[in-house]
């Protein structure tokens, strides 16, 4: 115990050493990315047509438009109007793929229009080239090198001025080119408009039928205006007269195929059963007619009884008649 009292206790209070931090030569490592090293957009500069096609109409961050030297960014979409565009997509390829009488065109192919005050190339979200179209687009082409008969644009609310492009801007310029329809697609609803060639060559609104738009550039293509906001499954657009004519034809041609062959399954299943049915009658009267048979079977049998009981009474009879007979001539004989 005295040797345990004489040894020193620590006045600090923790009992383990404190961390040494070692010095090292690692520098700190930089951030992936750096404001000043991300892409920033050129919208708004002066360049070049030819500068344009080298530079900027393929560029790897930005979807860049040409109007008349100045640089335009395309607006970033949001998910509804991916969604939207999605759907009415899937509505035009089926129509495409029905009639045969058109290409349908996507993925940012530009197109040059020349006007009469001016010179831009645009990227429409989607566009229609009819077969009679002069110029056709070949599977290599980047760019159209004629006039899209169709343009569609999906809008976005996030960028006002790619809103004002959409709506005005492009909306002159493709009339002027000689875009036969235009249809802007707002899946807030506020910007939706449907756009045709009239006879003096400028866009005049489609008016809906019954809340129908028909387009005159794609034969057979129709769709409901609430149906863009529904987006209702390809399949149940096939009970829908409007889309009947090009939308899943394979697959109504299957539908009703499988139809037909389950009708005819259920002919051939009420045939056989009317042929049972028939069989079971033909049965039932010939139970019937044997029934009747052996009836009078049983009854010329009964008959035959009755008569064979009768001959016999009738022998009896007579036996008993020959028996007073003889007696009677006994008696007679005795009597003389």
């Not at 657009?237 to 034809?249: A, F, H, T």
Request: proline letters at 5%; one cysteine or more; charged letters at 35%.
């Amino acid at each position: 115990m005295e040797a345990l009292q004489h040894i020193p206790i620590s006045e600090n209070p923790n009992p383990f050493p404190e961390f040494v931090h070692l010095k090292t030569d690692i520098p700190d490592l930089p951030p992936l990315i750096r404001e000043d090293d991300a892409p920033q957009s050129d919208a708004g500069l002066m360049v070049s047509e030819e500068e344009y096609w080298k530079n900027y109409y393929e560029h790897p961050d930005f979807r860049y438009e040409w109007n008349n030297g100045i640089l335009e960014v395309k607006s970033v979409g949001d998910f509804a109007s991916y969604v939207q565009s999605e759907f009415f997509y899937m509505l035009m390829k089926e129509s495409v793929k029905t009639s045969k009488m058109a290409t349908l065109v996507g993925l940012d192919i530009g197109f040059k229009l020349v006007l009469p005050e001016k010179t831009s190339i645009r990227k429409p979200d989607l566009a229609v080239i009819l077969k009679s179209n002069p110029d056709q687009i070949e599977p290599e082409h980047c760019t159209y090198k004629g006039c899209f008969d169709m343009c569609i644009e999906f809008l976005s609310d996030t960028d006002k001025k790619g809103l004002e492009n959409d709506t005005v801007v492009k909306k002159l310029e493709y009339s002027q080119a000689g875009v036969k329809e235009y249809f802007i697609l707002d899946r807030n609803k506020t910007e939706t408009a449907f756009y045709r060639h009239n006879s003096k060559g400028k866009y005049k609104k489609i008016k809906p039928r019954n809340g129908i738009i028909e387009s005159q550039v794609l034969p057979n293509f129709k769709f409901r205006i609430d149906d863009l906001y529904s987006q209702p499954p390809l399949e149940k657009l096939i009970k829908d007269e409007v889309y009947q004519p090009y939308v899943l034809i394979s697959y109504q041609e299957q539908i009703q195929k499988t139809e037909e062959e389950r009708l005819r399954a259920e002919k051939e299943s009420l045939r056989a059963e009317k042929e049972r049915l028939r069989a079971e009658k033909e049965r039932h009267r010939a139970e019937k007619a044997e029934m009747t048979i052996e009836a009078e079977r049983k009854k010329a049998k009964k008959e035959r009884l009755r008569a064979e009981k009768e001959r016999l009474r009738a022998e009896q009879a007579e036996q008993e008649a020959q028996k007073l007979t003889a007696k009677l001539q006994a008696l007679l004989a005795k009597k003389d």
